[in-house]
């Protein structure tokens, strides 16, 4: 036949069709591949602004919007310490909790809620339990109580005071045993903490301390066991508002 444009001479044999090739040379693996990393900074940029999002209040001059006297355990009632007996956090988020400290006042329950709303005391912890059995919480558990005179510590633990003296083995009541359990059960549960005596110390413990507390008489293998108790006892309620113990 002529040259009339029906020749096939440039047709390729007959076989496997070929597989196309994206525009420009660029194959389909660099393709996935470059989607991927496009996936994976989408998911990073996610992760930032959330951050972002959730430490906002750490920018200068803005403050996280807290309610005054909310609880974080049911049991308490709330007296506020003085601001410069602790700073401001937000943990888990800034610091992981992971430490639950135990100390005993030296004094009595009144003693230790009048020098904790000192501030030229300049030191606190988070809750207090008496002789009877009753809980003040001065501090959030969000926040950074000096408490232990080691600042690693303090970043990562809850502090319980207990109303007593460490040489005089009659002011660690039954009440107060069961009450500190509940609570230091409680703190456990939210924040995941195992309780053993790795993460349920004395301040004695605290690497650094010069205290002794709660001292040679606190029953810690009594302690460990009512806390193991509380913590498969029914849940409190939830926490709220109190009044002023």
């Not at 909790?97 to 030296?106: A, G, S």
């Not at 030191?123 to 690693?152: F, K, W």
């Not at 108790?229 to 508002?241: D, L």
Request: proline fraction near 7%; charged fraction near 25%; include cysteine.
């Amino acid at each position: 036949m002529g040259n009339n444009g029906s020749t096939r001479a440039g047709r390729k044999p007959s076989g496997k069709p070929s597989r196309k090739k994206p525009a420009d040379g660029v194959s389909r693996r660099a393709l996935l591949i470059g989607g991927g990393a496009v996936a994976a900074a989408g998911t990073a940029a996610v992760l930032a602004r959330d951050k972002v999002k959730r430490l906002w209040w750490q920018v200068p001059g803005v403050e996280k919007p807290r309610k005054p006297g909310e609880l974080d355990y049911a049991g308490a009632t709330w007296v506020a310490a003085s601001e410069a007996n602790w700073r401001r956090a937000d943990r888990p988020d800034d610091f992981p909790i992971d430490r639950v400290i135990i100390h005993v006042t030296q004094g009595s329950f009144a003693s230790a809620v009048k020098v904790f709303q000192d501030p030229a005391h300049r030191a606190a912890t988070h809750y207090i339990v008496g002789q009877d059995g009753r809980v003040v919480q001065m501090i959030r558990e969000l926040d950074v109580a000096y408490q232990a005179g080691n600042r690693s510590y303090n970043e990562r633990a809850v502090g319980i005071e207990h109303e007593g003296f460490v040489d005089r083995p009659k002011d660690l009541t039954k009440a107060m045993y069961a009450s500190s359990a509940r609570l230091t059960a409680s703190i456990c549960a939210r924040h995941g903490i195992p309780i053993d005596r790795e993460h349920i110390i004395g301040h004695v413990e605290v690497p650094g301390t010069d205290h002794t507390d709660p001292g040679p008489h606190w029953d810690w293998d009594r302690y460990m066991e009512l806390v193991r108790r509380a913590s498969t006892a029914p849940p409190s309620p939830t926490p709220s508002a109190s009044a002023k113990a």
